[in-house]
């Protein structure tokens, strides 16, 4: 069974600059997580996304959006970057009940570096 | 609001060493906890969870017992393994989603 799917893996981007990540979940499940990791503040939650619709919400800027497809893919986008926000960006997928569960399945994260 | 907090690594260990890694929560009522582990270039992923207290998760020989009187779900090992050398996160359940503590690194020499 294939796992959490983010692409891409690496990427580079300016200050000023937008980026979308993209996250597949596991086959059959239609919650997708996101979170934001540095050495800093650790992993933080940004959203949660299950049947298309934002479930959950951290207190991330409005910056920080997301949206999620009819297949369950999932996609995070970052408007007008700042340094800070160089991070791990991990997906994670479970059932629908997994946010309640805490049972999460984590791909291996888009690591992001704004210069 | 609820948190979770974990000792401060590395956790420097020699094989067949025990393992502890200590973790406090602050919480109304009581969460669910967890450990996580995150290998080196991989994702997270659940070790081993419990549900209420007194509870005790185990997993790959890692165990951690839910105590309510001292809040806490420290992690514990008998024997690492080299294999064990990861970053291990403390998390708990709050308003439906997991809050994770900073992480600890156990590095495993042979």
């Known amino acids: 069974k294939a796992g959490v799917t983010q692409t891409p893996r690496y990427l580079i981007k300016t200050r000023g600059q937008q980026v979308t990540l993209s996250c597949s979940p596991i086959s059959g499940h239609r919650s997708v997580s996101w979170y934001q990791q540095t050495p800093g503040q650790g992993l933080q939650f940004l959203f949660e996304?299950?049947?298309?619709?934002?479930?959950n919400k951290g207190n991330f800027p409005g910056r920080f959006s997301g949206r999620q497809f009819s297949n369950s893919r999932s996609e995070m986008n970052v408007s007008t970057l700042e340094l800070g926000d160089s991070a791990l960006y991990l997906c994670?997928?479970?059932?629908?009940?997994?946010?309640?569960?805490?049972?999460?399945?984590f791909g291996e994260g888009s690591r992001l570096t704004v210069l | 609001g609820n948190s979770v907090t974990q000792m401060e690594g590395p956790v420097t260990l020699s094989e067949e060493a025990f393992l502890t890694i200590n973790c406090t929560y602050t919480?109304?009522?009581?969460?669910?906890l967890f450990w996580y582990v995150q290998y080196p270039g991989e994702g997270l992923q659940l070790l081993l969870k419990a549900t209420k207290a007194d509870d005790k998760g185990s997993n790959k020989g890692f165990e951690a017992t839910y105590r309510k009187e001292t809040t806490s779900f420290h992690l514990e090992k008998g024997s690492v393994q080299v294999s064990d050398s990861a970053v291990y996160f403390c998390a708990l359940i709050s308003f439906q989603k997991l809050v994770f503590g900073t992480g600890t690194r156990l590095l495993v020499s042979p």
């Open positions: 996304y299950f049947s298309e619709t934002q479930r």
């Open positions: 994670a997928s479970s059932f629908p009940q997994g946010p309640n569960t805490g049972e999460l399945f």
């Open positions: 919480a109304t009522g009581y969460p669910s």
